[in-house]
């Protein structure tokens, strides 16, 4: 998984699938960087196609582990089909979701 940063804003790119197979190896690089002292995070979707629940799982515990930190964590660049599975299950009342990355940013 890439990591941009924009400022002291860190940007992981989400790697296409986010499933039981890969949402370990997401939960380790999202947690490297909040060890790290990271406290804005804009997680980049746009090369992400398919998140499962354990995907889910893995950002509603990111966002849980800023909040306690007084960080915060957004998302942007979600396709039709992931914006979806968010919705259903109840995650974009969650999170704070923008269409571009530059939005992303310029937010936080």
């Known amino acids: 998984m890439d990591i941009?940063?924009?400022?002291?804003?860190?940007?992981?790119?989400?790697i296409p699938r986010v499933d039981?197979?890969?949402?370990?190896?997401?939960?380790?690089?999202?947690?490297?960087?909040?060890?790290g002292g990271s406290k804005r995070i804009v997680c980049d979707f746009s090369q992400n196609d398919y998140i499962s629940s354990a995907g889910?799982?893995?950002f509603l515990q990111m966002?849980?582990?800023?909040?306690?930190?007084?960080?915060k964590i957004v998302l942007c660049?979600?396709?039709?089909?992931?914006k979806e599975?968010?919705?259903?299950?109840g995650f974009s009342q969650l999170f704070r979701i923008f269409d571009t990355e530059?939005?992303?940013v310029k937010e936080l």
């Open 4 to 14: 941009k940063s924009a400022g002291d804003v860190k940007i992981p790119v989400i």
């Open 77 to 82: 660049s979600l396709k039709p089909q992931v």
């Open 56 to 58: 889910l799982r893995v």
């Open 85 to 89: 599975v968010f919705d259903m299950a």
């Open 20 to 35: 039981a197979q890969t949402a370990k190896e997401v939960e380790a690089k999202l947690n490297d960087l909040v060890s």
């Open 63 to 71: 966002l849980k582990i800023m909040q306690k930190s007084g960080g």
């Open 102 to 104: 530059e939005e992303a």
